[in-house]
C-alpha cells in the first residue's frame, strides 16, 4: 500500500472547518484513500472513504485532487469532541482488508 | 449496525500469568479478525489477521506463540498474551470484516497492564 505523510498536529477553533491534509504521492490506480480517528483510549472510528471523486457523509468531506496524490479531510464545525488522533490511510481495493496506520495528525479544537 | 465489543476494557496482572481478551461481533457475523497493539504515544501496530476456523497470520517480529489467537466462531476471536511479562502492557485493540465487506469495524481497545 501506498505510504501518506500528514502534519504531526493541528490546531482549529471550536466551529470553525478543520481541513486535514494528506499527501499520498505514490497511490496507484486501485487504491481508495481512508480516514479514520482516534479519540483517546478508544478504538478506532471510521470516518469516510474516496477513490477518485470527492465524498460527503454525516461526519465529513473528502476532496480528492484530480492527479489523487493529496486529499483533504474536512471537518464542517468542530466540535470539542473531534479532538483526535487523524489517520489518513491508503489501501487497495477488492480482495485487500489490510490498514497500515501511520502517525496521523493530532487535531486538537481549542474552544 | 457493525458493532464490534473487546472484553476486559481494562486488566491488571502479575508478570508470569497469562491473561485472555475476547473480541466479539455483536450484529455481524465476522469472517476475518485483526488484532493491534498501540503503545503509549504510538500508532496501531497490527499484529495477526485470523480467519475463521483458520490458524491465525501473525505479523514480522510477533511471537505466536506467546500471543495465542483463537477465531472459533464467526462472532468471537480471542487473544491470549501468555507469561505476560511488563514490556507487554499496551492497549491492545480488534477489528472485524463481514462476508463481502472490506471495512474494518473496530473495537473499544483492552488496556493491558502487567505488574
Known amino acids: 500500500d501506498a505510504k501518506t505523510t500528514q502534519p504531526p498536529s493541528m490546531d482549529c477553533a471550536e466551529g470553525r472547518a478543520a481541513n486535514l491534509p494528506c499527501n499520498h504521492s505514490?497511490?496507484?490506480?486501485?487504491?481508495?484513500v481512508y480516514w479514520y480517528r482516534q479519540i483517546h483510549s478508544q478504538g478506532p472510528q471510521y470516518i469516510i472513504h474516496g477513490l477518485k471523486n470527492n465524498e460527503t457523509n454525516e461526519m465529513a468531506s473528502l476532496i480528492i485532487t484530480e492527479d489523487r496524490k493529496s486529499s483533504t479531510l474536512i471537518l464542517p464545525h468542530a466540535t470539542l469532541r473531534d479532538t483526535a488522533v487523524y489517520y489518513c490511510i491508503v489501501r487497495a481495493g477488492a480482495g485487500s482488508y489490510q490498514l497500515t496506520f501511520g502517525k496521523g495528525t493530532k487535531l486538537s479544537v481549542i474552544p | 449496525g457493525a458493532v464490534v465489543s473487546q472484553h476486559p476494557s481494562w486488566v491488571i496482572c502479575k508478570s508470569g500469568t497469562s491473561v485472555k481478551i475476547e473480541c466479539r461481533s455483536l450484529?455481524?457475523?465476522?469472517?476475518?479478525m485483526f488484532w493491534y497493539r498501540q503503545f503509549p504515544k504510538q500508532s496501531l501496530m497490527l499484529m495477526a489477521t485470523s480467519n475463521e476456523g483458520s490458524k491465525a497470520t501473525y505479523e514480522q517480529g510477533v511471537e505466536k506463540d506467546k500471543f495465542l489467537i483463537n477465531h472459533a466462531s464467526l462472532t468471537l476471536s480471542t487473544l491470549t498474551v501468555t507469561s505476560a511479562h511488563p514490556e507487554d502492557s499496551s492497549f491492545y485493540i480488534c477489528s472485524a470484516t463481514g462476508r463481502g465487506d472490506y471495512e474494518q469495524y473496530f473495537g473499544p481497545g483492552t488496556r493491558l497492564t502487567v505488574t
Open positions: 505514490t497511490i496507484s490506480g486501485n487504491e481508495y
Open positions: 450484529d455481524f457475523q465476522a469472517t476475518t
